[in-house]
Structures are given as C-alpha cells and as structure tokens.
C-alpha cells in the first residue's frame, strides 16, 4: 500500500504526514500518484486481452493534476456536466475518449460536448434523446450516443448510492429501450454507437453486475436482429473500495466473471470507474483542536462535514488514525468537527490516544471527499496535495477569506 509507518509515524510513499500538515496546514487532503496510477494499471491490465476504454468518472475527483495524471496513462473519462468537460479538456483529456452521463443535461452543454467531439453521450431519457438530436441538427453535425439502460437489478448496496433499480431516477427502463433505439435510428442528427448500465456504487459483489450484462447482452441481441448493431458497451463503474473490512472485487475478478459473458463479442468494452482509482489514493489530515469530555467523549477536529461530507450525508465509515504515536491512554471519542450541525461527525466511538494538537488521517478520502466540499459555515476550503515519491506537489492551494466572497457584490446602500 502507498501508505506506511515508519517509526511509527504515517508516511503516504516518501512524505512524512507530519511534515506535510506543517508545510501546508490542516485540514489537508492528501493524494498519492503511485496508488492512483496503480489501480489504473490494474484496470487496465485486467481488461488487457479485450479492446476496452477505461473512462474514469470525473465527479469522484476532479482535480486538474489527477485527471492530467490520467490523461498521460492514456485514460479516458466519464463526465456530468459541462464543468467536467471543461476540466478534462484544461488537463490535457482527449475529448474523442470522453462519455457524457447524467439525467440533466443543459442545451448548453450539449453544445458544449458536440464542439469538443465526444466519444458518446449517455442518454437517460427520450425527452433527452429529443433534445440531442435537435441541437446536432442545428450545428449540422452527429452526435454519437448509447442508450443508458436500467436493467432492474439490485445492486445490494447503501439505497442513496444504488442507481439500477426501476425505481430510479438513472437511465431507460430496459424494455423501452428496444423501441427508443428504433425511434433513435430515424432521427437527424443522431448515430448510435453504444449501450451502457451504472447500476450503483461501492458495489461489493459481482452478480448484480453479471446480471446487468447479461440483461444488456440480451438486448443487443435483439437489436441485431432488427438491424441496430452497437460498436461499445459500457458498464458504468460502481467497483468498491475498502473502507473497514469490505472484500470487494478486484478489476481481475471483474473482468474474469464477465469473459465468459462477453465472450467473443466484437464491441469495444468502456468502464466508468471512480472510486476504484482514487479512493485509497487519498487521505484528509486534520488537527485536534479540543477535548471535550462528558456524557460522550469528543475530540473536536478542524476538519468539518463541509470538507469531507460522506459520514454526514451517507453515515459512512472512515478509518481514522493517529499519525504519530500518542503519548495518552486510548480513550473512545466521537470525532467531530467545528460546523452547527449535529449531524457534523467524522467517525464516532473510535478508540484513540489524544491530546490537544494531535494530527490524525482520515483514510479513503480520495473520492467523494474534496469535490464534496463547500464553504459552508464560511470555511475556506483545504488544500489539496499530490504525493510522489519523496516530493509533495501543492495542486490546490487552500482558500483564502478574499475567495470566500469571490463573484459576491455589496449593495453599498450608506
Ligand atoms: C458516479 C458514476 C460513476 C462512478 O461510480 P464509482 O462508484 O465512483 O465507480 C460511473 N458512471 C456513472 C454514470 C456515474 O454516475
């Protein structure tokens, strides 16, 4: 793993934690480049026997120097919104490999996509498709699209990241698709080229995804026969990460369950995986600030929901350690930070050896933690920090009070 101890003090690669909370401050999310790159080859080389496109979602981590990181190893990216695009395109991402998701796209940014040259728009919705073949029409150009289908399977993970049931609001019932293909290959501006699922996230189990392939595959079949042949299938992202004793699926386990499924079909297989390249490539470093013993033992950190929203929003579980050995007895505290709100918890009941000024490391905090953030509680922002080797890069520099009210204007009534 690309963190270790060393004397008993958190290293991530060569970089003593310590020294990087001292250099830059906390809170402080730190990323690896080797775990990052790591996971990316294992994707990479799970698939290898298969032409296959890794397309990383954007949306877990969108820093510019990680998704530059991505570029250089050839990768493609899943984006959602016209924002994304622009940052793939400002790090160097090649637009010929970037798929478009979400249920909400904007005229503009369909615009947007269309002038850049996508690789293909995910589409959600026949309102959608509608819409997509109106704006080509108008820039005399096709856009590429893949129906994003709903195969009404349960991925059998927490409900607010599970996307692939019919109830969702994600992708096409897929007994609809059939006829929105049809419809789809009579309409002006548009060539259809693929078909794609995300049935949900931090997915620890194969066969909801075996399903959902399976389901897909049938319908591929049954467009064959009434002459729509696709040249890729994409089936999302969603693999897990460990974040307590999770066993998920390696990308080998993955690609070794699907093989047999895919078989010999010639269409080019696209991945969306997020989590899985980034989320153990990253750690949030924060400082104790108070003690606060009583009916609850807190340690009050300065790190907040409005920095790392996940245990807030999703009740997840975060490892949290000390970076440096303790001096103190292990006492078990409620880790929390300074924000109004009770539900402001990073992690509660952990066992820890503390004291005022204590620096701990969130684990697993590369996805999903820093692209969540907000200023809420008129909180700057953290730093961000990429680790190679022995030598940390400053990739975003920690908010300023001047960027709090960035854009806002005074009314200047006196
Ligand atoms: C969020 C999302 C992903 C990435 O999900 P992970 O669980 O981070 O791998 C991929 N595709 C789509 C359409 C998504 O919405």
């Not at 297989?269 to 470093?285: H, Q």
């Not at 820093?370 to 022995?390: C, H, I, K, T, W």
Request: with cysteine; proline share 5%.
């Amino acid at each position: 793993m690309s963190a270790s101890r060393r004397d008993g003090v958190l290293f991530v690669e060569d970089c003593d934690l310590t020294t990087l909370a001292e250099r830059f401050g906390t809170p402080l999310y730190v990323y690896s480049r080797a775990a990052i790159e790591s996971a990316w080859h294992a994707y990479d080389q799970a698939f290898a026997d298969r032409d296959h496109l890794i397309c990383y979602a954007v949306k877990a981590n969108g820093n510019l120097a990680i998704l530059e990181l991505l570029a250089a190893l050839g990768s493609g990216f899943d984006i959602v919104s016209g924002g994304e695009l622009a940052r793939v395109l400002k790090a160097g991402g090649d637009p010929g490999k970037v798929v478009f998701s979400g249920v909400g796209k904007r005229e503009d940014e369909i615009e947007q996509a269309l002038t850049a040259g996508i690789l293909a728009f995910n589409i959600e919705s026949r309102a959608e498709l509608t819409r997509i073949s109106a704006v080509a029409s108008r820039l005399g150009v096709e856009a590429p699209i893949s129906l994003r289908v709903n195969p009404d399977v349960d991925a059998r993970t927490h409900p607010y990241i599970s996307t692939g049931l019919k109830e969702n609001k994600f992708g096409i019932d897929i007994h609809q698709a059939e006829a929105i293909y049809a419809e789809a290959a009579g309409l002006p501006g548009i060539r259809i080229t693929g078909l794609d699922f995300h049935i949900g996230s931090q997915l620890t189990e194969l066969e909801p995804l075996a399903d959902a392939l399976s389901r897909s595959l049938a319908l591929v079949d049954r467009l064959a026969q009434s002459g729509i042949t696709l040249s890729h299938l994409d089936i999302g992202g969603g693999l897990g990460i460990r974040y307590q004793d999770e066993t998920p699926p390696t990308p080998q386990a993955l690609a070794d369950r699907l093989a047999p499924l895919l078989d010999q079909r010639p269409q080019r297989l696209l991945m969306e995986p997020g989590r899985a390249l980034v989320g153990e490539a990253g750690w949030l470093l924060t400082t104790v600030e108070y003690l606060k013993p009583g009916h609850r033992d807190f340690a009050i950190v300065d790190a907040a929901m409005n920095d790392l929203l996940r245990p807030a929003l999703y009740d997840a579980w975060q490892r949290i350690e000390t970076v440096a050995p303790g001096s103190t007895e292990p006492r078990v505290y409620d880790i929390v930070g300074p924000v109004c709100e009770t539900a402001d918890s990073l992690g509660s009941n952990r066992s820890l050896a503390l004291e005022p000024g204590a620096l701990l490391a969130i684990h697993g905090a590369g996805a999903y933690g820093f692209v969540m953030a907000s200023q809420y509680n008129a909180r700057p922002r953290p730093a961000e920090v990429l680790v190679d080797g022995g030598t940390a890069h400053l990739v975003r520099e920690r908010e300023t009070l001047d960027d709090l009210w960035q854009g806002e204007h005074l009314l200047r009534t006196s």
